[in-house]
């Protein structure tokens, strides 16, 4: 058989160890030959390809069902599940997600994006089973990474405590998830893994029994399950563990031995109550280079299979924001050693890990762990640090309470800089970071500010660590600046609360936020070549507002549009709305942003033409709404 006629996982069933290997092989392959093309999660998946097959012929997916964590490992989920034809439109628009999907699929049974919500999801369905009383299985697949953030320690807490409730969790232990694990439970794994008994048993325990003369050179594969039992025993400690929250325990198995995985897995299913299966895998499996480098091809752009190395763009392209953030700070906390930069396993994303290599005395990583790392903000603002805490906004929304409870309402001088804020392409609705300004701009005390350009950012981060009045925030988008030219030192810190104006016109008001002010000046542009001249301004913060500079203009040109790259409930736009009901300033106002929808994985470019928010499509839409009758301008 092979892969490609895989429409259904129950196919499986039956197949000798021989030949689920070659469809091991064959997964990798078009697992590699896609991600090569089009770009995507590359080592997560390589490193489950036994584990999914191993599991998933043990079990009848027409009734049972497998919780994916996060989704960067369910690629060989997806190739056996029917979208082998269609693996090809990975993270395309229209396309394969790349995550878990319940709309894509009638095997992705719990959406996912965000780490450590599979054991809760999965209990919650067994639960619900029980209720019913129905009798279906339910597995939770959680890697080691995903396993130190809280909420799945919440869960298995939870699910300990129910002797009754047969529930299967595979703990995916390949010691990396995006950034190297840090902490106590990713320290206690890795002596487990690396103990003497272990490392002993690994190493010699078949030479010596070769050595024996009733054994010689033909070891049999009883021998091989000889040897696993042994190092079971002689490494009791991690099992004693999970065993005393309330689990039955299997473990360190073999994450691409096959034989041993299917016979672990019946084993376990036919256990009572909650039981963990602790698998050990090699991230990147099957592809050496992933393998060697397992934080760098956790994710790749497309890439040359032979070298590993992505293909260099066809244009040269302006630094990274999250480059340009993680040198700035760096600069900034060589000068300031109250400076400590904070992470939440994504050191390489958010550009923290210059930080890390230069001042590592001067960088915490609290693991898949936002609340954590808010609190742990908190707690060091209160003693006179500089905490700047750089987290996806996707990700912040995780520690909303923290926010709100630990900073706000003490009113403590933390630094949140948001990554990836806005349209973020190919990782679709689990990623966008469409709220960030309407979630961080109703809380009292806190300062909210974007900037428009790479080099303003620069200025905002001097700003940002400056002020000591209370909480600030500055989002920033995913990708390349726009080509400013960028200071190496002597940054000075901007006025809070205070705009810009940018451009002069008398007919239109143009109110840009962040990464918008850039489109805003295009839309200045093509409207100027129709006769129609508008005003220019960057609003720089959102919370304070710069009313001083903002209602004026909006009352002498009497036209007011505003651009911002979020949602628009409760956005810059409606702030601006908001300002001007306060003062009874009525003028019409149109806003443009993200409506009340989710947007799927595309490029950002094919999300924002979708969206209507382009150069081109919104002064198409000023024109048509406010200057139809206006006569072009010839020549």
Not at 79 to 88: A, K, S
Not at 180 to 190: C, E, F, M, T, W
Not at 372 to 377: E, G, N, Q, R
Request: glycine content about 10%; aromatic content about 6%; charged content about 20%.
């Amino acid at each position: 058989m092979h892969l490609s006629e895989i429409t259904h996982p129950n196919q499986l069933h039956g197949l000798s160890i021989r030949q689920l290997e070659k469809i091991a092989q064959q997964i990798r392959d078009k697992h590699l030959a896609t991600i090569a093309a089009s770009g995507g999660h590359l080592g997560p998946g390589l490193g489950v390809v036994e584990l999914t097959l191993g599991l998933y012929q043990t079990l009848d997916l027409d009734q049972d069902k497998v919780i994916w964590d996060v989704g960067h490992q369910a690629y060989p989920h997806k190739l056996l599940t029917g979208r082998y034809n269609d693996f090809h439109t990975l993270r395309q628009q229209a396309g394969v997600a790349g995550y878990l999907k319940r709309s894509e699929n009638r095997f992705d049974h719990f959406g996912a994006g965000h780490a450590s919500t599979s054991i809760s999801a999965a209990l919650g369905m067994a639960l619900a089973r029980d209720r019913r009383g129905e009798d279906f299985k339910t597995v939770a697949v959680i890697g080691d990474g995903a396993l130190t953030g809280g909420m799945a320690l919440e869960a298995i807490n939870h699910a300990g405590h129910l002797p009754d409730t047969r529930l299967l969790v595979v703990l995916n232990d390949n010691e990396m998830s995006i950034s190297p694990n840090v902490g106590a439970i990713s320290r206690y794994l890795n002596k487990v893994r690396l103990s003497e008994p272990m490392q002993f048993l690994s190493d010699n325990l078949e030479e010596q029994l070769k050595n024996m003369p009733f054994f010689g050179e033909s070891i049999t594969p009883d021998m091989d399950r000889l040897k696993e039992s042994m190092k079971r025993l002689a490494v009791p400690k991690v099992g004693a563990v999970i065993e005393e929250l309330g689990f039955k325990y299997f473990g360190p198995v073999d994450g691409h031995n096959l034989e041993e995985l299917i016979n672990t897995f019946e084993q376990a299913h036919k256990m009572p109550g909650p039981v963990l299966v602790h698998v050990a895998t090699i991230k990147g499996k099957g592809y050496a280079i992933a393998e060697q480098d397992q934080v760098g091809y956790h994710a790749q752009k497309p890439f040359d299979l032979q070298t590993g190395k992505a293909y260099p763009s066809k244009k040269p392209t302006p630094p990274g924001y999250s480059k340009v953030f993680g040198h700035t700070l760096t600069k900034l906390a060589e000068a300031n050693p109250k400076i400590i930069g904070i992470t939440a396993a994504m050191a390489t994303g958010t550009g923290l890990d210059k930080l890390q290599k230069k001042l590592p005395d001067q960088y915490i990583d609290v693991g898949i762990a936002e609340q954590h790392a808010v609190t742990l903000a908190a707690g060091m603002a209160c003693e006179g640090i500089r905490p700047v805490v750089a987290i996806y906004s996707t990700f912040l929304q995780r520690a909303y309470d923290q926010i709100i409870h630990d900073i706000c309402i003490q009113k403590l001088p933390v630094f949140f800089c948001l990554d990836r804020a806005g349209i973020v392409g190919a990782d679709g609705p689990t990623h966008q970071g469409m709220y960030d300004i309407a979630y961080l701009s109703c809380l009292p005390n806190m300062v909210v500010m974007a900037p428009k350009d790479e080099a303003e950012m620069q200025q905002m981060l001097v700003t940002g660590v400056d002020y000591t009045a209370g909480p600030i925030a500055m989002r920033y988008p995913r990708g390349s600046g726009v080509g400013v030219p960028l200071m190496e030192e002597g940054w000075e810190a901007l006025p809070i609360g205070k705009g810009e104006i940018l451009r002069n016109g008398d007919d239109l008001l143009l109110l840009g936020y962040g990464t918008m002010v850039t489109t805003a000046m295009q839309v200045a542009e093509i409207l100027s070549e129709h006769g129609i001249e508008a005003t220019v301004v960057n609003a720089r913060f959102v919370k304070p507002l710069d009313t001083e500079l903002i209602l004026p203009l909006a009352e002498r040109i009497g036209k007011v549009a505003t651009l911002e790259e979020g949602c628009l409930a409760g956005g810059f736009g409606s702030k601006v709305l908001e300002a001007m009901q306060e003062q009874e300033l009525l003028v019409p106002v149109k806003r443009f942003g993200v409506p009340d929808m989710l947007v799927d994985h595309a490029t950002p470019n094919e999300s924002k033409t979708e969206l209507g928010l382009t150069g081109s499509q919104i002064a198409s839409q000023l024109r048509e709404a406010w200057f139809a009758k206006q006569p072009a301008v010839v020549g």
